[in-house]
């Protein structure tokens, strides 16, 4: 199956690598400038399917020129609930995901601890406000609503999920050890 992604390496990309090695799927991937040429190339049926930040193909899913399949998700996404989340569909995949962009706030290393504190502060009272969700729904954000040890975690076994992927689609020339990143499946088999 021919896959567009925004080339080597992005999320997309890495996404595809996932379905791979957790499914045993087989894709070409086509590179395209980002994500709207590979979504355009779907439509024009240059390539069979793409995996795209769902925002990015809502208007064309909703107006009959592609079909949503699944997101990345292990729930439903608010506004989307006709498209099942992949976790539902592979119970296999559910440890790995939400998995997609992330965005936050992230301050430069050694920030005075009272300015993280305003600043926390401050996304606490965002993260329950009325329009903060609704301005995510609207973009069919999953939130996940992580600060401190929590959220610095999550970053790092969504960096190891990345780096791991890449090094063993054979993307990347250096295994992720030697940067100290650690191996998730591995860990996961021997807590096992």
Not at 4 to 24: D, E, F, I, R, Y
Not at 88 to 99: A, G, H, M, V
Not at 139 to 145: D, E, F, Q
């Amino acid at each position: 199956m021919r896959i567009g992604t925004a080339g080597p390496g992005t999320v997309p990309h890495v996404s595809g690598l996932m379905l791979q090695q957790k499914l045993g799927c087989k894709f070409t991937f086509v590179p395209y400038q980002g994500g709207a040429p590979a979504i355009t190339a779907v439509m024009g049926a240059q390539v069979d399917a793409t995996i795209e930040m769902v925002q990015s193909m809502v208007s064309a899913h909703k107006g009959g020129q592609l079909k949503i399949l699944a997101s990345f998700t292990n729930v439903p996404i608010p506004g989307l609930e006709e498209v099942p989340p992949i976790g539902q569909i592979y119970p296999e995949l559910q440890e790995d995901l939400p998995y997609g962009p992330y965005f936050g706030p992230f301050v430069k290393k050694g920030t005075p601890q009272e300015v993280i504190d305003v600043l926390k502060e401050a996304m606490d009272k965002v993260i329950v406000d009325q329009r903060w969700i609704d301005y995510t729904n609207n973009l069919y954000l999953t939130r996940i609503n992580y600060s401190g040890e929590e959220a610095i975690e999550y970053l790092e076994n969504w960096t190891a999920k990345a780096a791991w992927l890449l090094y063993n689609a054979g993307a990347a020339a250096h295994s992720p050890t030697k940067f100290g990143i650690k191996n998730l499946d591995l860990l996961r088999k021997l807590e096992k």
